[in-house]
């Protein structure tokens, strides 16, 4: 009922009891949602097509920039094709078992039916590539290596995947001095103005190297140094 609850536990110094605060904040955006690549895409027959068909449009740049335009420009190609040819997956699958169920019991009441027997082996064909695209997004989703197909419509697995995106969220920190920030807002700045204090700094560690303390030691001639770029010899 409460997906967004955080609780933080904590110790107090004038009791032997520690306490315990729930937060019941309210589900917020988290803005863009980051690009995630899932396997069962390149089972589907139109996937090659669709990748190549803008992997091969000409681009302005050289190198891995390149590399780097193309793939920019792959991502919303491919979240449309999740989007309207792959679709709900979830769906997707019901909806081929239950054409699958239906086939076969129209089979059984009349077996010397063409139609019947047609429909049964499309209805199994496309269950068959449903359910191998619906594994295999549950095995990405939840990671879990010992999932089988039919285990994959327990409750257990559907709490396993909510709770494995529960645990990847960041909804909280405590201060120095002990104060709960679990505002989405501050939470953000925070972790943004600490990774701006480290990455993109320039290092003092060390200095430019002054090429006249390199006379003051040990000199190769030039004999020795045609030595060491002189080529192999068996």
């Given at each position: 009922?409460?997906?967004?609850s955080?609780?933080?536990?904590n110790?107090d110094i004038?009791?032997?009891?520690?306490?315990?605060i729930?937060?019941?904040?309210i589900e917020?955006?988290?803005?863009?949602?980051?690009f995630?690549y899932?396997?069962?895409?390149?089972?589907h027959?139109?996937?090659?097509?669709?990748v190549?068909?803008?992997?091969?449009?000409?681009v302005?740049?050289?190198?891995?920039g390149?590399?780097m335009?193309?793939?920019?420009?792959?991502?919303?190609?491919?979240?449309h094709?999740?989007?309207?040819?792959?679709?709900?997956i979830?769906?997707?699958f019901?909806?081929?078992?239950d054409?699958?169920?239906?086939a076969?019991l129209?089979?059984?009441?009349d077996?010397?039916?063409?139609?019947?027997?047609v429909?049964?082996q499309?209805a199994?064909?496309?269950?068959?590539?449903?359910?191998r695209?619906y594994?295999?997004f549950?095995?990405?989703r939840?990671?879990v290596?010992?999932?089988?197909?039919?285990?994959?419509?327990?409750?257990f697995f559907?709490a396993?995947?909510?709770?494995?995106?529960e645990?990847?969220?960041?909804?909280?920190?405590?201060?120095?001095?002990?104060?709960?920030i679990?505002?989405?807002?501050e939470?953000?700045?925070?972790?943004?103005?600490h990774?701006?204090?480290?990455l993109?700094?320039?290092?003092?560690?060390?200095?430019a190297?002054?090429?006249?303390?390199f006379?003051?030691?040990?000199?190769l001639?030039?004999?020795?140094?045609?030595d060491?770029?002189?080529?192999?010899?068996?």
């Amino acid at each position: 009922m409460f997906p967004d609850s955080v609780a933080v536990v904590n110790w107090d110094i004038f009791s032997d009891h520690c306490f315990c605060i729930i937060m019941t904040s309210i589900e917020v955006n988290s803005g863009v949602k980051p690009f995630r690549y899932f396997n069962m895409w390149a089972d589907h027959e139109g996937f090659k097509a669709t990748v190549l068909q803008s992997w091969t449009k000409p681009v302005e740049a050289q190198g891995l920039g390149r590399i780097m335009v193309k793939l920019r420009r792959l991502r919303p190609v491919l979240r449309h094709f999740n989007k309207h040819v792959i679709g709900n997956i979830d769906h997707k699958f019901q909806v081929a078992k239950d054409r699958y169920n239906l086939a076969q019991l129209q089979l059984q009441q009349d077996l010397q039916s063409t139609v019947f027997q047609v429909e049964e082996q499309n209805a199994l064909s496309n269950l068959v590539q449903t359910s191998r695209l619906y594994d295999s997004f549950l095995r990405q989703r939840s990671k879990v290596n010992w999932l089988r197909l039919g285990d994959d419509n327990t409750s257990f697995f559907h709490a396993y995947l909510k709770k494995c995106k529960e645990v990847n969220r960041i909804t909280s920190f405590v201060i120095e001095n002990g104060q709960i920030i679990d505002k989405y807002e501050e939470v953000v700045d925070h972790f943004l103005s600490h990774f701006r204090s480290v990455l993109g700094s320039q290092s003092k560690a060390s200095g430019a190297i002054h090429k006249e303390c390199f006379r003051h030691g040990n000199i190769l001639s030039l004999e020795q140094q045609l030595d060491l770029i002189r080529p192999f010899t068996k």
